[in-house]
């Protein structure tokens, strides 16, 4: 450990920074994979302290000072394959899908607009759904970029509580994940759609060839 060690950090800033936490890509030559998800998680439970204030540069600062003191923490010692690019750290596993369930939505009109600005960011298509007082997230697209949206979907301040107060998302639920198949359709955009009846949401799904999907999850959230 007498060396220096070279880091390569790559921060993601959701739209709604610094009131949710950035993504963060760690890599080096220097370091296995499973130490550089060490490195990240620490970046991030770091992050956490910072909350709502401007942090990147913090960050950096906070590593250059700690990382040799987590990389001789027992739980770094796992593992020998180099972590070297972004692309070590992800898997393509071609186009995934997604059923998200809301419980509310009381700060409605900006609560969409971060939606759709996530979809838009991490290359996301699909439907934000409302039918009554159901709310559905159906998103297509690669399935890291579907990880990313769940955490900036439970990190960021994205709604108001009963006092009027910013709150992050607790009544999210993943109805469905599953990969695409052939008689799946591909959605092209992503769209915000009301629906006037439980007919017309079934319509949708069956039109993307979801309807036992429908059945099996979405039923029983009008029952």
């Known amino acids: 450990m007498d060396a220096d060690i070279p880091l390569r950090l790559v921060f993601h800033l959701p739209v709604n920074y610094p009131s949710?936490?950035?993504?963060?890509?760690?890599?080096?030559?220097?370091?296995?994979?499973?130490?550089?998800?060490?490195?990240?998680e620490?970046?991030?439970?770091?992050?956490?302290?910072?909350?709502?204030e401007p942090m990147v540069h913090e960050l950096v600062l906070w590593i250059?000072?700690?990382?040799?003191?987590?990389?001789?923490?027992?739980?770094?010692?796992?593992?020998?394959?180099?972590?070297t690019s972004a692309a070590s750290t992800t898997v393509d596993d071609g186009l995934w899908m997604t059923l998200l369930h809301l419980d509310h939505m009381r700060a409605k009109t900006k609560y969409v607009k971060s939606?759709?600005?996530?979809?838009?960011?991490?290359?996301?298509?699909?439907?934000?759904?409302?039918?009554?007082?159901?709310?559905?997230?159906l998103l297509q697209g690669d399935r890291n970029n579907i990880?990313?949206?769940?955490?900036?979907?439970?990190?960021?301040?994205?709604?108001?509580?009963?006092?009027?107060?910013?709150?992050?998302?607790k009544m999210i639920s993943v109805l469905f994940e599953t990969k695409v198949q052939t008689e799946h359709k591909r959605f092209l955009a992503f769209e915000v759609k009301e629906y006037s009846s439980?007919?017309?949401?079934?319509?949708?799904?069956?039109?993307?060839?979801?309807?036992?999907?429908?059945?099996?999850?979405v039923l029983r959230l009008v029952k």
């Open 20 to 40: 949710c936490l950035p993504g963060i890509v760690v890599n080096s030559e220097h370091l296995t994979r499973a130490e550089c998800e060490i490195v990240k």
């Open 42 to 52: 620490k970046l991030l439970e770091q992050a956490e302290t910072l909350f709502s």
């Open 64 to 83: 250059q000072q700690n990382l040799r003191h987590i990389l001789k923490r027992p739980e770094a010692g796992g593992g020998s394959e180099k972590c």
């Open 115 to 137: 939606v759709e600005k996530w979809a838009s960011d991490l290359r996301l298509t699909g439907r934000l759904m409302f039918m009554g007082k159901v709310i559905l997230i």
């Open 147 to 169: 990880k990313e949206y769940l955490i900036l979907q439970k990190t960021c301040k994205v709604d108001v509580d009963s006092s009027g107060k910013k709150c992050k998302e």
């Open 198 to 217: 439980l007919d017309e949401l079934q319509k949708e799904f069956e039109t993307a060839g979801l309807k036992k999907l429908f059945s099996e999850f």
